[in-house]
C-alpha cells in the first residue's frame, strides 16, 4: 500500500510539473528557431529566440521592439521582425534613407551602409497596428511587401528577451 501511495504521488507530482513548464512554454515563454537571415546582424539563421509572451500585458509595443507574431497574410508562420512604426506614424522611403514623421530615423543596430528602399510610403499607421521590417533589408519580407502591412496588436505573442545564438557560431566556425 505504502508503494501505490508513493508511485500516486510521484506521477500527480509529476503531472503538477509537467501542467506548470506546459503553460510558462505556451503563455510565457515563446520559444522560435530563427529559419532566414531576414533579422542579420542582430539575429541568425539557425538562432533560437526566447520572447516575453506577457511583455504587453500592461503595456503597449514600442519602436525598436523584437516581436515575435503571426500576419494573417502568411497563415501560421509565426514570424520575428522589428517595430519601426507604431500607431500615428507616417513613414517616407528617400534614397535608401527612411524617415518616421518626416524626421531621418537613425538605427544604431545597423550597419551604416544599410539601405532601406520601399516601392511605396506609408501614412498615417492605424491605432493598434505596427509597421515591421527585418534588420536584413535587402532580403526581408516585411511589412513593405505585404498586402497589408500592418502587424496588429492582438498577433504579437510576445517581446524577445533571449537570443541564443546557435546560427552565428555556426558561421564563425565555418570561416575559421
Excluded at 514600442?62 to 502568411?74: A, V
Excluded at 505596427?130 to 496588436?153: K, L
Aim: aromatic fraction near 12%; charged fraction near 25%.
Amino acid at each position: 500500500m505504502k508503494n501505490i501511495y508513493k508511485l500516486l504521488k510521484n506521477s500527480v507530482n509529476a503531472l503538477i510539473i509537467a501542467a506548470v513548464a506546459f503553460g510558462i512554454f505556451t503563455f510565457v515563454w515563446k520559444i522560435g528557431r530563427i529559419p532566414s537571415s531576414s533579422m542579420e546582424p542582430t539575429i541568425y539563421a539557425r538562432d533560437i529566440v526566447i520572447a516575453n509572451g506577457l511583455a504587453y500585458i500592461n503595456t503597449t509595443p514600442q519602436r525598436g521592439d523584437i516581436i515575435i507574431f503571426k500576419h494573417r497574410e502568411l497563415g501560421d508562420e509565426i514570424l520575428i521582425k522589428r517595430i519601426i512604426g507604431i500607431p500615428g506614424d507616417s513613414l517616407m522611403f528617400v534614397d535608401g534613407k527612411l524617415y518616421i514623421n518626416g524626421e531621418l530615423f537613425q538605427e544604431s543596430y545597423l550597419p551604416e551602409d544599410t539601405r532601406t528602399d520601399s516601392f511605396k510610403d506609408f501614412d498615417e499607421i492605424p491605432e493598434n497596428c505596427y509597421f515591421v521590417m527585418g534588420d536584413n533589408r535587402n532580403v526581408s519580407y516585411d511589412s513593405r511587401g505585404w498586402t497589408d502591412p500592418y502587424v496588429q496588436e492582438q498577433d504579437i505573442e510576445g517581446r524577445m528577451f533571449m537570443d541564443i545564438p546557435f546560427g552565428k557560431i555556426v558561421s564563425n566556425l565555418r570561416e575559421h
